[in-house]
C-alpha cells in the first residue's frame, strides 16, 4: 500500500503503516547520525536539552556532501541503521516517531519501534542524489562543528521510503528472508 505522510508524524498514521507499504514523506524531518547521536545522549545524560524536539520527529540518518550551486543540500543517501542502535531506544522512549536509514535494526530497536509505537523507513542506498532532489531546504541546526555528521533540519517533499518494521513488530527483511525460495538443488 502506498501513504503520504506529513510530519509530524503521529501514532495514529504510524499505526496504519505495514512492513513492505511504500510512503512519500513531506514536511520537517531531521539529519543525525553517530556522532551525533553520541553528543544527545551526553546531553540528555547532563540533564540537558536535546537541540531537536522528538515527538513525532523522524530522524534521517545521513550525512551529507556538499551542496552544488543552486541546490539546498548535495548528495543524501542513507547511512547504515544499525550505528545508531545502541542509542535508538532511549530517543523512542522519548517521542521519536521514526528514523530512515538502510538495513537492519537489532533486538533491542524492534523492541522500542513496537513499545513506543514508532516505525523505521529504508531510503534506496545509492541512490543519494535522486534522494537529495526532494529535499527542498536544509540548514544545519546542531553540532555544526561535526561537518556532514551536524543536525540538520531538511524540509523534504515526496520523500520516498519504504517501512521496514512497523508499530505491530513485523519486519520486512524478516518476511523477505522466510518468503525467499530454496535455490534448486539445496537442502
Avoid: C, W
Amino acid at each position: 500500500m502506498n501513504h503520504r505522510l506529513t510530519m509530524p508524524l503521529t501514532k495514529e498514521e504510524a499505526e496504519k503503516l505495514q512492513a513492505g507499504d511504500l510512503v512519500s514523506i513531506s514536511g520537517i524531518i531531521y539529519t543525525a547520525r553517530d556522532a551525533a547521536h553520541k553528543r544527545m545522549m551526553e546531553a540528555l545524560d547532563r540533564g540537558e536539552e536535546l537541540p531537536i524536539p522528538l515527538e513525532g520527529t523522524v530522524i534521517y540518518y545521513m550525512g551529507p556532501s556538499p551542496a552544488r550551486d543552486g541546490r539546498p543540500i548535495g548528495s543524501a543517501g542513507p547511512t547504515t541503521a544499525g550505528r545508531m542502535d545502541k542509542y535508538t531506544p532511549r530517543l523512542l522512549e522519548l517521542g521519536l516517531a521514526g528514523m530512515i536509514g538502510k538495513g537492519k535494526r537489532d533486538a533491542a530497536v524492534k523492541e522500542a519501534v513496537v513499545k513506543n509505537g514508532a516505525v523505521y523507513f529504508a531510503a534506496v542506498g545509492g541512490a543519494g542524489a535522486l534522494l537529495s532532489q526532494r529535499i527542498r531546504k536544509a540548514e544545519v541546526v546542531a553540532y555544526e562543528d561535526l561537518g556532514a555528521e551536524a543536525i540538520r533540519k531538511l524540509e523534504v517533499e515526496d520523500f520516498p521510503a519504504i517501512v521496514v518494521l512497523d508499530t505491530k513488530g513485523n519486519d520486512l527483511y524478516q518476511m523477505v528472508m522466510e518468503k525467499k525460495p530454496e535455490k534448486e538443488g539445496e537442502d
